[in-house]
């Protein structure tokens, strides 16, 4: 049996020139290289052979005999390396011609059953090992009825040489953002994650994938380091942006005594880094501010209110008339000096206000009937036509209403009648009815003939 193991491995050795010196290892160990870890060859007729010893960086040629062959490589780390495992497909064929296992001296499978095809190359192991022996196994799954290869190269991965940074300095404004790539060299190298620091987080941070945030004004250094501790580093400025305005709104307000309003500050550009702003009231007894901008009259009279920026000292203002707190009112009648007036006389009425002192005194007139009696925006009533109409007064201030009922009666017919004085001959008087000098309607001065071209009638004779 020893000698077919012989020939196997001498065959092996011919085709590839690839393979090294055995190395011992149990041969009375039996295993099964999809569920424990290989670490001696099993030849087509079930018997065991050496592990051959894995030369790395070198393309390997090894051969399946039969159905049941396994074929070991074992491989021992000085030191911790990065190792990756290639295998080499001819693209002949797509059948699966294997599984792959990789397993340690302790026993432990680190890869279990992992298919592999003649029809691609494949990477069977990319990753750090450490210091050690390892077994990389290769199980035949075809029904073979002659021998066929396979090809592999494993290599140990180059450490990281140098890292890079996609700018060696950069000026950030507060609150802005910026990522910065790293490169790792070689290309190859299996672990190209860096670490990222900020040698000053109170003006700079930076996260896992190198996104830098500026916090504040300052300077701070970014660095990115490899697993090795090759690095590179960014200087980072970080700068405040500056208000170049503000304004304020609104402009200009009306208050009562005691009321309160608020004055709202908009600053420009509104990403400028520091947007605090101070109020200041340029008369205190008349209107106060506090520091958030809140108005409160004390006091009738105006007062300017002025916001200045912290940054920069821009300014703007708010001008602010305090009234005196309004009384409201509470009801209202009419005072009319008469209810009864005659066709084309007027008479004139009043709003009085409950209380006395209230604010606002504006009110509004009118009438139920304009063509008994109008009346204008004063309260002077004027008679129109025989009837009644009623008068209502409606207070500006609460909409408080009082009524009035005004009589309108027609005037009595006045005729052309004159009492002449016979011996004075100037004095006469004009009334409708003749009833006499001492109850006339009206006197007049004029001689008898300037009465009779009036076309008066003459009334008796009277001294």
């Given at each position: 049996m020893k000698i077919i193991q012989w020939k196997k491995v001498l065959n092996q050795v011919l085709l590839a020139g690839l393979f090294a010196s055995f190395i011992a290892v149990p041969?009375?160990?039996?295993?099964?290289?999809?569920?424990?870890?290989?670490?001696?060859?099993?030849?087509?007729?079930?018997?065991?052979?050496?592990?051959?010893?894995?030369?790395?960086?070198?393309?390997?040629?090894?051969?399946?005999?039969?159905?049941?062959?396994?074929?070991?490589?074992?491989?021992?780390?000085?030191?911790?390396?990065?190792?990756?495992?290639?295998?080499?497909?001819?693209?002949?064929?797509?059948?699966?011609?294997?599984?792959?296992?990789?397993?340690?001296?302790?026993?432990?499978?680190?890869?279990?059953?992992?298919?592999?095809?003649?029809?691609?190359?494949?990477?069977?192991?990319?990753?750090?090992?450490?210091?050690?022996?390892?077994?990389?196994?290769?199980?035949?799954?075809?029904?073979?009825?002659?021998?066929?290869?396979?090809?592999?190269?494993?290599?140990?991965?180059?450490?990281?040489?140098?890292?890079?940074?996609?700018?060696?300095?950069?000026?950030?404004?507060?609150?802005?953002?910026?990522?910065?790539?790293?490169?790792?060299?070689?290309?190859?190298?299996?672990?190209?994650?860096?670490?990222?620091?900020?040698?000053?987080?109170?003006?700079?941070?930076?996260?896992?994938?190198?996104?830098?945030?500026?916090?504040?004004?300052?300077?701070?250094?970014?660095?990115?380091?490899?697993?090795?501790?090759?690095?590179?580093?960014?200087?980072?400025?970080?700068?405040?942006?500056?208000?170049?305005?503000?304004?304020?709104?609104?402009?200009?307000?009306?208050?009562?005594?005691?009321?309160?309003?608020?004055?709202?500050?908009?600053?420009?550009?509104?990403?400028?880094?520091?947007?605090?702003?101070?109020?200041?009231?340029?008369?205190?007894?008349?209107?106060?501010?506090?520091?958030?901008?809140?108005?409160?009259?004390?006091?009738?009279?105006k007062a300017t209110i002025t916001a200045t920026t912290t940054d920069g000292k821009k300014t703007a203002k708010v001008t602010v008339t305090v009234q005196a707190k309004k009384v409201a009112v509470k009801s209202v009648s009419i005072n009319a000096p008469t209810k009864t007036i005659m066709v084309g006389k007027t008479t004139t009425v009043k709003a009085t206000f409950n209380p006395t002192n209230a604010s606002n005194k504006g009110v509004t007139w009118k009438s139920s009937n304009t063509k008994v009696a109008t009346i204008d925006a004063n309260g002077k009533i004027t008679g129109k036509k025989a009837g009644k109409t009623t008068i209502t007064v409606t207070t500006k201030d609460g909409k408080k209403t009082s009524s009035v009922t005004i009589n309108v009666n027609a005037t009595k017919p006045i005729g052309k009648t004159v009492y002449i004085a016979p011996k004075s001959g100037k004095k006469y008087h004009y009334d409708a009815h003749c009833r006499g000098l001492k109850n006339a309607h009206s006197i007049s001065s004029m001689t008898e003939n300037q009465a009779k071209s009036a076309g008066y009638d003459l009334c008796g004779w009277e001294d």
């Open positions: 041969t009375s160990v039996a295993v099964d290289a999809a569920t424990s870890p290989v670490i001696s060859e099993k030849e087509f007729n079930g018997d065991n052979a050496r592990a051959n010893n894995l030369v790395l960086g070198r393309k390997i040629q090894g051969n399946f005999s039969g159905k049941q062959d396994t074929d070991v490589y074992a491989l021992t780390l000085n030191t911790t390396s990065d190792i990756q495992l290639i295998f080499n497909g001819t693209g002949k064929t797509n059948e699966q011609l294997a599984t792959f296992q990789l397993s340690n001296s302790a026993g432990n499978v680190l890869i279990n059953a992992k298919k592999v095809s003649n029809a691609t190359s494949q990477i069977l192991v990319k990753q750090t090992l450490p210091k050690g022996k390892y077994y990389f196994s290769f199980k035949n799954t075809q029904n073979l009825t002659q021998a066929k290869n396979y090809h592999f190269t494993a290599s140990v991965l180059p450490a990281v040489a140098s890292v890079t940074l996609s700018q060696k300095e950069k000026t950030l404004y507060v609150n802005e953002t910026a990522t910065l790539n790293a490169t790792v060299a070689p290309n190859n190298t299996l672990n190209k994650t860096v670490t990222w620091t900020s040698s000053n987080t109170s003006v700079a941070t930076v996260d896992s994938k190198g996104k830098v945030t500026a916090k504040k004004a300052g300077s701070a250094t970014i660095t990115a380091k490899s697993n090795n501790a090759k690095s590179a580093t960014s200087k980072i400025t970080v700068k405040n942006r500056s208000v170049t305005s503000v304004s304020v709104s609104p402009t200009s307000k009306t208050i009562e005594v005691g009321a309160t309003t608020t004055a709202t500050a908009s600053i420009k550009p509104t990403n400028a880094t520091i947007k605090t702003v101070s109020w200041k009231s340029s008369d205190s007894k008349i209107a106060t501010v506090d520091s958030k901008g809140k108005i409160t009259g004390k006091k009738a009279g």
